[in-house]
């Protein structure tokens, strides 16, 4: 795919060298480059087109994720392409080359109309089944939830490609890729919305007069907390700051903005204000298949305090965060280490670094973590965009995104 290879260069420079800040611009940027990709592709004379467009994402998939093993929002979304694939030419082999057209009306009706009705393709038809998996502790505010317009895009965007599907396999291949670019196209659109489905759910979470904790900065907590602010919810946070970053300090800067009483404290001190706190809302880094979540520094302190005071601990997070693999699993990195800088003063602490011991190594050593990681037992709920789950749930979530043999993403030997 000689068009497309710049733009898999540029980006894998990019998280090499971690130019792409957040795990949703991650996300994004790589589902969108993958759309590239699958455009690009060249659909020969292969007998099976589905398999071949699925080595060429893993072929890309394989750049990615070997440029920034940490960073697992970019497996995650090339699992999904794969399984989007999947599921587009499952639906092409089940219908064969006519696609499918949804309709309630009878056979006699049905061969007059057939032309004008729209086809739903799997991915989309996955989604709203996805949408039907809802937790009961927020169901009844997720029961007003619209369906996603979504569908509409979908069919409409197919349509065309449907009645040209009859002329033969040619017109069946270019269909089973106009769909899986569609389909990627509805997961960009699901990461962008992804912090409206889960902000809707915070005026059931948060009630009048209750405090907040929060560690850091998350852009999903703060939308989280923006929402019942908006619903006209009287409530306190208190935001530890999160070192060595204190990217704390900045989301305190943004809640009182938006008028929400915000008290800073450090992160040392979460243990000493935690008797006074309702609930701890926090965001992640990746939501792994146990339930367990990787997220920033200090974190399973924070969790740990909630365990012993009762206090529940709620983790919000888009879908592009689960991620299907277990902490165990050799593909995932649960950290890496920051520059010892943002801990210490080279300057202030130059003539320590001149002492070692007898057989050479410094006396004085930095370590600077960037993530802990939060087993399932500590997490009281997880709020995604598809609902309130348990931590014990998360797995049925994971089997509708992912399929069990990507796991692994590596591109398959050509003999």
Known sequence: MPDVQPLVSDFVLKLKRRKVEGSHAVARQTAELLRSVVSQHRMGSSANQAAALADAVRAVGEQLIAANPIELAVG?????????????????????????????????????QHDDRPALSAAVLAAHARNALRAPSLQTLLEDIPVSPAISRTASSTGDSDGKSKSGDKSSTRKLKHDVIAAIGDLIDEIDSCYEPISEQAVELIHQNEV?????????????????????????????????????????????????????????AVFAMISRVNMVIVGAHAIMANGGVIAPVGMNMVALAAQRHAVPFVVVAGSHKLCPLYPHNPEVLLNELKSPSDLLDFGEFSDCMNFSTQDGSPLLNVVNPTFDYVPPKLVSLFVTDTGGHSPSYMYRLIAEYYSADDLVVRRKSTA
């Open 76 to 112: 995650n979304i090339v699992r999904r392409v794969l399984h989007i694939i999947k599921e587009e030419d499952i639906s092409s082999t089940a219908v064969g080359i006519e696609g499918l057209s949804v309709t309630v009306d009878s056979d006699d009706e049905f061969d007059s």
């Open 212 to 268: 907040i904790l929060t560690l850091g900065r998350s852009r999903t907590v703060k939308e989280f907390l923006y929402a019942a602010k908006e619903k006209k919810r009287s409530f306190r946070v208190f935001v530890a700051e999160g070192a060595p970053k204190y990217q704390g300090h900045v989301l305190a800067k943004e809640l009182v903005e938006k008028g929400v009483q915000t008290t800073v404290i450090t992160d040392s």
